[in-house]
C-alpha cells in the first residue's frame, strides 16, 4: 500500500534523523569529520561555519552547535551543497539569500531553534527544496512563506504552537507529499485550512499527532480529498469528535489511519460509522487501554485488513465482537487481554475469530486467557500463522489432542508456542495441523523422553525449534520418526548431557534436515554415528558443550570421529569445548566447509594436516585460544580462500619460527578480511614484542637466515655446553678436582721431588700457627702423619734444653715445607708476625727454594697478608694455596689437595 510506505518512510526518516544525532553525540569529536563529500560537523560548540572544508561536499551537518544565524557568505564556499542540517542551534531567522548562495539545496533541517518570524521572501530562492523540516521552533508566518516552494514533498512544522492548520491562503505546495503539524495548539480545523494545498494531489500523509481537536468544520478535508494516511496519535479527542473525524474521513481516499493513545476506553457501534464507504485498510488501536468493545464497532469496516489492538485491556471477546471484517488478514491482539491484580482473567468465548474467514496471521503475543477450548479458533480457514508465544494459558501446559482441534480446518503453515509455560506434550498433540511448516516451542518447561509420537501428524513440517528449555528434555531413537521432511531441528540448552549417547542416531531419519543446533547442552559423550543419515546437513552447532574427551588421542578407543557422516557440512560451530587438540581425522572429508568456528577453546599445537582437506573454507574463528604459532603446513590450506579470520586473542609467539609465514600473508592479503589485526593481535613472547600488535613484527630480521643455520647449530650447541659445563664446575668441581688428584696421585704418587731431596729434611713441614688454632691443627692436620708424611710442631718437636729462637731456626732448616695456618689471629701475634716470619721468608730466599704452603682458615684480604708477613698469593703457586672448606663433604679433597701440596718440589719453576 502507497499509504503504508509514505508512513514507513516518514517515521524511517524521523527514527533515523534521532538515532544519528544519538550516536554522534555519544562520540566526542574535536573537528569535522569529511567523508565521501559528507561533511560531519556536529557537536563542536561552533558559532559559525567552517571556512576550511572541501569545495566539493554535498552534504553538511553542523547541529548540535552555537550558531546564532547561518549568513550566506558562510556558506559561498560550497555551492554544491544538497543536504544542510542545521538544527539544534540558535538560530533566529532564514537569511532570504541562502538557497541563492546554494542553488542545488534538496534538503534543509532547522529544527529545534529560535526562528520566530517567516517571510515569503526568506524562502523566495527554495524552488528545488524537496524536503524543509522547521520543528520546534516558534514560527509566525507573514504572507505566504511556503510559496514558492514548487518541488517540496516532505513539511515539517509540528511543535511550534500554531493557532491555525492554515499555512496560507493561496494555492501553493503542488508536490507536496508529506505534512506534519503535529504538537501544535489550534483545536479547530475549519473549511478553509487546507485550501491552500487544494492543488497537492500528490499528499498522501497528514500527522496531525497530539492535536488536541475539539471541532471540526463539515468539509475540512475536502481540498486534501486524496489523503491516504491520518496519523493522530496522542490526540485526546474524545469518542463524539473521532466519529467526526471519520465522517470528514468518508470524502477522501483514506487507507491507513493511527488512533493510538487517545484514551479510547470503550468502541461503540457508531464510532466508525463514517469510514464505511472509505478503502480503510489499517487501522491501529493500540495503546488506548480499551477495555469494552460493543457489538458491531466493526461492522462499518468491510474492507480492512489489518487491526491493532496492542496493548489495551480488553476483557471479553465474543462471537460478534469482530462481525463485519470480512476483509481482515491480519489481528494483532499483543499484550490486549491481560490480567491485572484489579481485574479478572480474559475470556475468550467459543466461535470468538468465526466472522474472521479471511483471516491470515493472529498475533496474541504476550496474552492471558482463561481457557481455550475445542472451538476457541474455529472458523479460521485461511489462518497461516497464530502466534501465542509469551501467553499464560492454562491449557497449553499440558498440550492434549484437543488443545488445537479447533484448528483442524485451518491450513496453519506456523505456530508459535515459545514461552508459554508448556510442561508436558502428549502423543497426537498437533496431529491436525497436518500442512504446519513451523513449529515454535522455545523457552519453555517441557520434561519429557520425546518418543516421537508427540509430533504425529506433522509429516510437512520443515522446522522445530526447542531451544531454551528450562527443564531437560530426553530423546529416544524414534523421537523424530514422524518429521521426515525436518530441516531445521534446534535443541540449544534443552537437552540432558546424556541425549545423544544413543544408538542407534536419534536423527537417522532426517535425510532432509539442514540445520541442527544442539549447543549449550553440557555434552560429554556421544556416539560416532550420530550424525549418521543427515546427508543434506549444512549448519551443525555444538558450542558451549564438554567435547574435548572424545577428540583426546589418549581417549579409550581412540578419538571419536563424529563428524565423518556430515560430508556435505558447510558451516560447523565448535565454540567453548575444552578442545586441547584436533586428531589429523577428525576434519577429513569436510571439502564442502565454509565456515569453522573454535573458539574460546585450549587449542595450542596443531597438527600439520588437521586443515588439509578444507578446501571451500571462507570464515574461519580461532580467537581465545592458546595458539602461538601459525605455520604454513597447518593454515596455508585454509588460509588460502578466506574472507574472515577472526584469530585474535592468542599468545602469539612472535619470532620468526612462529610468525614470520603469518605476517607475510597478512602483507599480502586484503587486512579487511581480519578485523582488528592490529588491535587485538598481540604479541606474547619474546619480551621484545611483548603486548605489541603482530603486525609491528619485522619480517626483514629474518632475512638471509638459511647460510647461518649451521652457525646457529653449533654456536647454540656451544653455549649450551658452555652452560653446562660453567655449572658442573660451579656445583661439582671440587668432586672433579679430587677424583683427578686421586687419579693422577695413584699413577705418579704423592710427591715430585727426587728421593734425594727428600733426605735431607726430618720433616715435610712445619707448622706456623696462632695459638688459638692449635686445636685445629690437632684435629685436622695431625691425623695425616703417617710414615711417609710428618709435620714439625714447635711444641711438640722442639729439643729440650735448646733456647727457643735457635730451635725454631733449627727444625725449619730440617723441614721441606713451611705451612701457615692462615687466620685473622695468626695476622696479630707478634711473635709469629716479628721472628717466624721473617725467619721463614729468608730461609726461602736463601735455599731459593718454593717451599711454603698456606692454608687459609679465614677470608684474608691480600694487603693484610702482605703487611703482616710479608707475603702475597701471587709469590706461590696456586696448587700451594689451599681454602679449608665450609661443607664437611669437601674435606677429603682439601686433604688430597694438602697432601700433594707438601708434596711438590721446592726447586724454583721456570
Not at 475539539?214 to 496519535?233: A, H, M, N, Q, Y
Not at 705451612?819 to 736463601?846: G, M, N
Amino acid at each position: 500500500m502507497r499509504a503504508t510506505g509514505s508512513l514507513h518512510l516518514t517515521w524511517a526518516l524521523i527514527v533515523c534523523y534521532i538515532m544519528t544525532g544519538h550516536c554522534v553525540a555519544s562520540q566526542k569529536k574535536t573537528s569535522c569529520h569529511v567523508h565521501n563529500g559528507r561533511a560531519d560537523c556536529s557537536h563542536l560548540s561552533l558559532s559559525g561555519v567552517p571556512p576550511d572544508l572541501p569545495r566539493n561536499i554535498t552534504s553538511l551537518d553542523i547541529s548540535h552547535n552555537r550558531l546564532a544565524g547561518i549568513p550566506p557568505a558562510s556558506l559561498k564556499p560550497y555551492p554544491d551543497l544538497i543536504w544542510l542540517d542545521v538544527s539544534f542551534n540558535s538560530i533566529s531567522g532564514v537569511d532570504a539569500g541562502l538557497c541563492k548562495t546554494l542553488p542545488l539545496l534538496q534538503m534543509l533541517n532547522m529544527a529545534h531553534n529560535e526562528l520566530h518570524l517567516l517571510k515569503k521572501e526568506d524562502l523566495n530562492q527554495c524552488s528545488n527544496l524537496i524536503q524543509l523540516n522547521m520543528a520546534s521552533n516558534r514560527l509566525k508566518l507573514q504572507g505566504e512563506p511556503f510559496s514558492e516552494l514548487q518541488n517540496l514533498k516532505y513539511l515539517d512544522v509540528s511543535s511550534n504552537k500554531l493557532l491555525s492548520a492554515k499555512l496560507g491562503s493561496q494555492l501553493q505546495l503542488p508536490n507536496l507529499v508529506n505534512l506534519s503539524l503535529a504538537f501544535n495548539d489550534f483545536t479547530t480545523l475549519k473549511k478553509d485550512d487546507f485550501f491552500f494545498l487544494n492543488h497537492s494531489s500528490f499528499l498522501q500523509v497528514l500527522v496531525l499527532s497530539s492535536v488536541s481537536l475539539k471541532t471540526l468544520e463539515p468539509g475540512c478535508f475536502k481540498p486534501i480529498s486524496g489523503l491516504r494516511s491520518l496519523i493522530v496519535d496522542g490526540s485526546n479527542m474524545g469518542t463524539l469528535v473521532i466519529s467526526k473525524l471519520c465522517s470528514e474521513l468518508s470524502a477522501t481516499s483514506i487507507e491507513y489511519l493511527s488512533l493510538r493513545k487517545m484514551k479510547l476506553v470503550t468502541l461503540t457501534n457508531t464510532t466508525f460509522t463514517g469510514l464505511q464507504k472509505t478503502s480503510l485498510t489499517f487501522l491501529d488501536l493500540s495503546h488506548n487501554g480499551l477495555g469494552k468493545i460493543e457489538e458491531g464497532s466493526f461492522q462499518w469496516l468491510s474492507r480492512l485488513q489489518t487491526l491493532v489492538l496492542a496493548d489495551n485491556n480488553i476483557k471479553h471477546l465474543t462471537n460478534v465482537t469482530f462481525q463485519g471484517l470480512r476483509s481482515l488478514k491480519k489481528l494483532q491482539l499483543t499484550r490486549a487481554l491481560v490480567k491485572s491484580h484489579t481485574s479478572a482473567t480474559p475470556i475468550i468465548d467459543d466461535f470468538s475469530f468465526q466472522p474472521l474467514g479471511a483471516l491470515e496471521s493472529l498475533i496474541l503475543q504476550n496474552t492471558a486467557v482463561r481457557d481455550i477450548t475445542e472451538h476457541t479458533f474455529t472458523g479460521l480457514t485461511s489462518l497461516s500463522e497464530l502466534d501465542m508465544s509469551w501467553s499464560s494459558y492454562i491449557s497449553l501446559k499440558n498440550i492434549t489432542d484437543k488443545t488445537f482441534a479447533s484448528l483442524a480446518g485451518s491450513p496453519l503453515t506456523k505456530l508459535n508456542l515459545a514461552g508459554t509455560a508448556i510442561l508436558q506434550i502428549n502423543p497426537g498433540s498437533f496431529s491436525v495441523l497436518r500442512n504446519l511448516t513451523k513449529l515454535l516451542l522455545d523457552n519453555n518447561y517441557i520434561k519429557q523422553t520425546l518418543t516421537g509420537k508427540e509430533f504425529e501428524g506433522l509429516s510437512q513440517v520443515q522446522e522445530i525449534h526447542m531451544a531454551n528449555n528450562h527443564q531437560t528434555v530426553n530423546l529416544s531413537t524414534t523421537s523424530f520418526d514422524y518429521v521426515p521432511n525436518l530441516r531445521v531441528l534446534t535443541l540449544g540448552k534443552s537437552l540432558r548431557a546424556t541425549a545423544l549417547n544413543l544408538d542407534p542416531s536419534p536423527f537417522r531419519s532426517l535425510s532432509q534436515l539442514t540445520v541442527l543446533d544442539l549447543s549449550n547442552n553440557n555434552i560429554a559423550n556421544i556416539r560416532e554415528n550420530i550424525l549418521e543419515g543427515l546427508v543434506n546437513l549444512k549448519v551443525l552447532k555444538l558450542e558451549h558443550n564438554n567435547l574435548a574427551r572424545l577428540w583426546k588421542s589418549a581417549n579409550l578407543g581412540g578419538p571419536v570421529l563424529f563428524l565423518k557422516e556430515a560430508r556435505n557440512l558447510m558451516n560447523l560451530h565448535l565454540d567453548s569445548n575444552g578442545f586441547d587438540e584436533i586428531p589429523v581425522e577428525a576434519l577429513r572429508g569436510l571439502s564442502n566447509l565454509t565456515e569453522l568456528s573454535l573458539s574460546e577453546n585450549l587449542l595450542n599445537s596443531l597438527k600439520p594436516s588437521v586443515f588439509n582437506d578444507l578446501k571451500s573454507l571462507q570464515i574461519l574463528r580461532l580467537e581465545k585460544n592458546l595458539i602461538t604459532t601459525v605455520r604454513p603446513e597447518v593454515f596455508k590450506t585454509p588460509l588460502s580462500n578466506l574472507s574472515l579470520l577472526v584469530m585474535d586473542k592468542n599468545p602469539f609467539d612472535c619470532t620468526c619460527e612462529s610468525i614470520l609465514w603469518f605476517v607475510t600473508w597478512l602483507n599480502n592479503t586484503n587486512m579487511t578480511s581480519v578485523p582488528d589485526v592490529r588491535d587485538h593481535y598481540r604479541c606474547n613472547t619474546p619480551l621484545t614484542y611483548f603486548n605489541r600488535s603482530i603486525v609491528d613484527f619485522d619480517p626483514l630480521s629474518c632475512k638471509d637466515m638459511t647460510p647461518f643455520q649451521a652457525l646457529y647449530i653449533l654456536s647454540s650447541t656451544a653455549v649450551l655446553m658452555l652452560l653446562v659445563t660453567a655449572l658442573l664446575v660451579r656445583f661439582h668441581g671440587w668432586r672433579i678436582q679430587f677424583y683427578w688428584t686421586i687419579l693422577i696421585n695413584r699413577t705418579l704418587g704423592f710427591s715430585d721431588a727426587s728421593v734425594e731431596e727428600g733426605r735431607q729434611f726430618n720433616y715435610d713441614a712445619y707448622v706456623i700457627h696462632a695459638e688459638e688454632d692449635t686445636s685445629w691443627v690437632e684435629r685436622r692436620l695431625l691425623p695425616l702423619e703417617n710414615d711417609k708424611c710428618k709435620f714439625c710442631l714447635q711444641d711438640r718437636d722442639s729439643v729440650p734444653g735448646t733456647m727457643k729462637l735457635e730451635s725454631i731456626v733449627d727444625n725449619m732448616r730440617n723441614s721441606r715445607k713451611i705451612l701457615f695456618v692462615i687466620t685473622e689471629r695468626l695476622l696479630k701475634d707478634s711473635w709469629c708476625r716479628r721472628f717466624k716470619a721473617h725467619h721463614a721468608l729468608h730461609q726461602v730466599i736463601e735455599a731459593s727454594r718454593d717451599s711454603v704452603v698456606l692454608v687459609f682458615l679465614q677470608d684474608v684480604h691480600d694487603y693484610k697478608l702482605s703487611h703482616s708477613l710479608f707475603l702475597r698469593r701471587g709469590m706461590l703457586r696456586p696448587c700451594c694455596i689451599l681454602d679449608w672448606p665450609v661443607h664437611r663433604e669437601r674435606v677429603p679433597a682439601f686433604h688430597q689437595k694438602l697432601l700433594i701440596a707438601l708434596g711438590m718440589t721446592n726447586r724454583l719453576q721456570d
